[in-house]
């Protein structure tokens, strides 16, 4: 899976969005204000809406992506400031490519849902994109599961916690699909929509999950690669600075955190010794035996 992912890297990475989230979160801010002037434009001419799609209105694949998070000024400010922060770091951590994979895999499991479900009921429900931000924290919370957050701007909680308590929240909208007191009229059809909307979004993070390289950075083998480098560091064993001063440094590029402090830095597990990579050779750089 890595291997096809590398090779449709090289095919059409030229073409990622750097920084996608940060145009995410303008479409965001765009129908938040869309809601407070005109709050049915979204839901007739925008949204999800799979019946509209298959009869014409084929931009909604796209409109619906500026649905905001929330509809309180004070907590969509707060939102949308996390998921901004929460989209760069992913991007940081997998590449620009690989974020934008992510993310429109979402999008397009969503669109597939919404006309799965019309094809199967009848009745065209649409789908927001909560989910699909929740897809995103979960990555994160994978990527750094002992973050801390505050709560209320006081209580001190990591985002493996908060990341538990999603998946329960998960879990509960697709329970709610079976459940025979959701299950009756128009009312269960929606519920068991949003059950398509989180399985295809959890769908989502576990492929990625279980296939990107990034994830293995938890593996124990992993960690003990760490753990002997950084012990060898505070024995005066491996000085990291360069002649330059620079701390990081890509064997493949020579791109370093002085020259470029917007780049991230990784070491490579299957390079033999201690190499480190920008992020935009970590994957697709030939490994040092």
């Known amino acids: ?28 801010a765009f129908g938040f204000a869309l ?12 949204s999800l809406d799979a019946y509209a799609i298959l009869h014409g209105q084929v931009w909604r694949i796209l409109t619906f992506l500026i649905q905001p998070p929330a509809t309180n000024l ?24 690989r974020f934008n994979l992510y993310f429109f895999t979402g999008v397009l499991l969503h669109v597939i849902a919404a006309l799965l479900t019309y094809a199967m009921t009848g009745v ?25 957050f505050y709560l209320f701007a006081v209580l001190p909680v990591k985002v493996k916690y908060l ?8 879990a509960y909208a697709i329970l709610q699909a079976f459940l ?10 929606y519920y068991k929509a949003n059950a398509v909307a989180a399985f295809v979004s959890i769908l989502n993070f576990l492929f990625f999950f279980f296939s990107m390289r ?36 890509c064997t493949v590029c020579g791109r370093t955190d002085l020259e470029h402090p917007e780049l991230q830095f990784r070491y490579c597990s299957k390079c033999k010794g201690n190499h480190e990579y920008c992020q935009d050779h970590l994957f697709t750089h030939e490994h040092i035996k």
């Open 1 to 28: 899976m890595e291997n096809w992912i590398n090779k449709l890297e090289r095919k059409i990475g030229k073409y990622a969005i750097p920084n996608l989230m940060y145009y995410i979160i303008i479409l965001y």
């Open 35 to 46: 809601n407070l002037f005109a709050g049915d434009f979204y839901y007739q001419y925008l």
């Open 74 to 97: 004070l907590f969509v400010v707060f939102t949308l400031y996390l998921y901004y922060m929460i989209g760069r770091e992913l991007e940081y951590a997998w590449g620009t490519f």
């Open 124 to 148: 065209s429900l649409q789908m927001g994109t909560g989910y699909l931000n929740l897809s995103l924290f979960f990555a994160y919370a994978a990527l750094y599961p002992n973050q801390q």
């Open 163 to 170: 990341a538990w308590i999603d998946a329960a929240y998960f």
């Open 180 to 189: 025979p007191a959701y299950g009756g009229g128009i009312y269960g059809l």
């Open 214 to 249: 990034t994830m293995r950075r938890f593996r124990p083998k992993e960690i003990h690669r760490k753990h002997m480098y950084h012990k060898a560091v505070k024995e005066g064993k491996k000085n990291i600075a360069g002649a330059d001063g620079a701390r990081h440094r």
